[in-house]
């Protein structure tokens, strides 16, 4: 069964204070890792696809990584704006529909001024 | 250009009623999938549509949820009876990606419906 795992659960930052979130993956065949941002009482919203280990991707402060068991999401000197929960998920190779994901529960960032 | 709506954005019955919840994906999308975040768990896929065809339902709970997309357009999720573990938030999403091409990831997702069951 595939299953995604973040960490940390909660993450509070000051603003400028650079640091990473984490999302573990078990899957049968990696066909896509996904990162999403998602705001209170809003649905997820697309950040990133990665499809292989090696592959990066970068967008304003944030930058996605990963590698054959994991996936980092790094944010750079964030600010109070980027306040929100971070969904990873994962869609496996013989998953089915192109969108049957597995998600992790998320981690919430806040981002102090 | 609208992006998907969902209505109700909350909804409060009792036990053993019955409730739809309506999704109405972004135009010219053929993919309407639907999920749904239970308190403390993760967000879980329900289905899948393509166009009116269910291509995908192996994550409807049980068969008091019936989903239906008539005529390829808007889709309702009908809860009958609801129980007191069908409480949470009930994601819509859609996208244009066809089966055969590589995914983007560009998934669009609705604001929710939450649904509490009492």
């Known amino acids: 069964e595939d299953q995604v795992t973040q960490s940390p659960e909660a993450l509070r930052l000051q603003e400028g204070e650079s640091s990473s979130l984490n999302c573990s993956y078990t899957?049968?065949?990696?066909?896509?890792l996904f990162w999403y941002r998602q705001d209170p009482g809003k649905g997820p919203e697309f950040l990133f696809t990665l499809y292989s280990a090696g592959e990066e991707k970068e967008k304003e402060r944030l930058k996605a990584t990963l590698t054959k068991k994991e996936s980092f999401l790094h944010i750079t000197a964030p600010k109070p704006e980027d306040s929100a929960t971070y969904l990873c998920a994962v869609q496996a190779l013989k998953g089915g529909s192109n969108y049957k994901l597995t998600f992790g529960k998320g981690t919430l960032l806040t981002v102090n001024p | 250009e609208a992006g998907v709506t969902q209505f109700p954005s909350h909804s409060v019955i009792e036990k053993g009623q019955t409730v739809t919840l309506r999704c109405d994906p972004i135009?010219?999308?053929?993919?309407l999938y639907w999920y749904r975040r239970v308190m403390g768990k993760e967000i879980k896929f329900l289905l899948h549509f393509v166009k009116e065809s269910k291509q995908d339902e192996s994550g409807m709970p049980n068969n008091r949820f019936l989903a239906e997309r008539t005529g390829g357009t808007y889709s309702t999720l009908k809860v009958q009876p609801a129980e007191l573990e069908d409480s949470g938030v009930y994601f819509c999403?859609?996208?244009?990606?066809?089966?055969?091409?590589?995914?983007?990831?560009?998934?669009?997702f609705g604001e929710g419906s939450r649904l509490t069951v009492l």
């Open positions: 999403a859609s996208s244009q990606d066809p089966p055969d091409r590589p995914i983007t990831g560009e998934l669009f």
């Open positions: 135009s010219g999308h053929d993919n």
């Open positions: 899957v049968s065949g990696l066909r896509g």
